[in-house]
DNA sequence: TCCTTAATTGTTAGCGCTAACAAACGACCT
DNA sequence: AGGTCGTTTGTTAGCGCTAACAATTAAGGA
């Protein structure tokens, strides 16, 4: 096996000379290996001129400590797996960002399984994926109602946090408040004096989905409007147009709160297709806030989600179950309206 | 150490008994732990009878490889980095999830270092990273130009494939041919009749954009046209907005061939403001054809790339690399162009 | 029959690191 | 001075696996 790699072209990027270990630091230094460990490791009992001499050995020699090693001895690998279903989607990219920056700073490896379809057999393969590798923790970003039974069925012997949903038995989660949102994009449109306000939602079969449309039903409940005027699409442009192209016939609302910002644009395409204008005839409302809303025709009034930021403290609470020993909980994000020219009061 | 995990939240995870090893295997099935190594990875020298009865007790004890201490012997952690700056764009976010499939059905695991911006200090950083953890090749999704050097001085022990350049030096590539996406784009304008054709490209340091801008130039001249209307962007829908307006002042084209799809959303949005029509009075073909293209107002005639295939020809490149002991070599993937009603003949 | 060769299995060492323990050293007290 | 303590350093073992080699068995030929 030696014999054969030295013929194939991985060899040929290696250096003849391997990697300094511990051991060679540790001659350099005059001291033990087990003192280079110390210092690496930022253990207490060092002496400041014993440090000084080990870290000079370690910078003349470019020591880089072996992951493989240690994990091996200390059961640790960190790493973090990040399992995901939608990277291709402005929320869950971003969020991974977060995710990866956050672990990052704290030492941490960030590795990712993506799920080409949602079924529990692909959430186990996935998990045991992650086993394989022996990550110390799992964040799971999919926003599917159910992937935490496929999850938990598994046992899994490390944390779990459940992105997009408040965490249940012994997962934690982290999630935008989908419902403060909706609730936001309702008050807008009520304080403009919208009384009649639709909504296409995404597939219920979502969480955040679920959690949009019952916070535009709590808020026209509140508000004591009716609230029979509800889509459900599939998140796509093109069902936006499709629902679109009917409401434009109907006409049935003077608003319309729509489930995510790609939506809303097919909504907009319908409507302007149809010669219904946004927002004198009909207001328009998106969620997400992508970066492309503010240069839609007309520009989306939407609802703002930081993702990023709801990475970062996944990542967050990971390290606390990790390392403080902390126990499962819930830590919530909230949206905020961005309000563009897509909505105004009804004619 | 051990003591006080015992009492932090982690152990809480773990299952009491540890979980099985080689030698908890073999016990059970009556052979050497050498010999269950030897089924583990298809060694040829094992007779039939004792595979199966390896196998079974491998299912029955639910054995899984430790990858640490295979990593440490080995010298191979069966983990690719991917190194990524963008990756909350529709390109790199697929091509990901490209290469993530091919890396995953191979038994390889993907890590993942995004660059906040890019510089050689940020891609130095991520590199380090890597080496750190071990990964046994780098995927570098770095879109400028530049890039290289950074990675190439640092000397790197493990292959390297480079995604959107043809690569360079001890570099392999990957990428799709943007000279001839642009071509196409042209093309498609040239046969229509049109005689002006603008270009609103990329930043230029941006390997991609460059490319662009070339094979929009090479192909006008060929045609014996002008090449003198280039104005450049910086890939956001906001920049596509303000040379929309300058745009629609001037009307120094028939026709523009603009860098990317969401520049497009904006100069779509600046023409619609300032009542040119498109394709009537202007015709608009974009790049990359995202998912929302179709529902541009009116929906947008791109150039598709397949980021996947991209992304899973990188990994194919890294296998070959990794294991066949092939040499550093590029793979080209072809675009198409996707007519929709953004384009039309001139007036 | 015995030797040669191939196929199959077992034994040993060690990858680089950390945990646990042991030893050495000095400071401080009585 | 001699004991007690805390601090600093060294020694040893072993994490779970694979590579190299050794041992065993079976098969075939002279």
């Keep these: 096996m030696r014999c054969r790699l030295e013929h194939n072209s991985y060899m040929a990027y290696s250096s003849e000379r391997r990697l300094p270990r511990l051991e060679d630091v540790a001659e350099r230094a005059g001291v033990s ?11 207490p009992n060092v002496s400041k001129a014993t440090r000084e001499r080990v870290e000079a050995a370690v910078a003349e020699l470019g020591y880089r400590r072996n992951t493989a090693a240690r994990s ?49 057999d692909s959430i186990t393969d996935a998990a045991r994926h992650f086993m394989d590798q022996g990550v110390d923790g799992i964040v799971a970003l999919v926003p599917h109602a159910g992937t935490l039974q496929a999850l938990e069925v598994l046992n899994l012997d490390v944390p779990v946090v459940v992105v997009g949903s408040s965490g249940e ?64 699409g599939d998140w796509s442009a093109g069902s936006g147009y499709g629902i679109g192209q009917k409401l434009a016939v109907e006409r049935s609302a003077t608003a ?78 909230d949206p905020r309206i961005v309000v563009r020219a897509s909505t105004a009061p009804p004619a």
Tied chains: 1, 2.
């Design 33 to 43: 290996h087990q003192t280079v460990s110390r210092v690496i490791n930022n253990h």
């Design 72 to 120: 091996l001895v200390t059961r640790r690998s960190h790493t973090i797996g990040v399992l995901a279903s939608e990277l291709s989607q402005y929320g869950p990219a971003n969020t991974l960002l977060g995710v990866e920056q956050a672990a990052r700073n704290a030492g941490y490896f960030v590795s990712i399984a993506a799920l080409r379809e949602v079924s529990a």
């Design 169 to 232: 038995g012994r997962f934690s989660g982290a999630m935008v408040d989908q419902k403060l949102g909706a609730r936001l994009a309702v008050a807008h449109l009520i304080e403009q004096g919208h009384k009649r306000i639709g909504h296409i939602s995404g597939p219920q079969d979502w969480i955040d989905a679920a959690e949009r449309a019952e916070g535009w039903r709590e808020a026209l409940t509140e508000a004591g409007l009716d609230d029979d005027l509800l889509v459900e």
């Design 256 to 333: 319309v709160f729509v489930g995510n910002d790609q939506m809303a644009l097919g909504v907009l395409r319908a409507f302007g297709e149809a010669g219904v204008r946004v927002p004198e005839d009909v207001s328009v409302v998106g969620f997400d806030d992508q970066p492309e809303a503010g240069y839609f025709m007309p520009p989306l009034t939407t609802v703002r989600q930081d993702f990023e930021e709801l990475g970062r403290r996944c990542m967050d609470m990971m390290l606390a179950l990790l390392e403080d020993g902390a126990g499962a909980r819930t830590t919530v994000v």
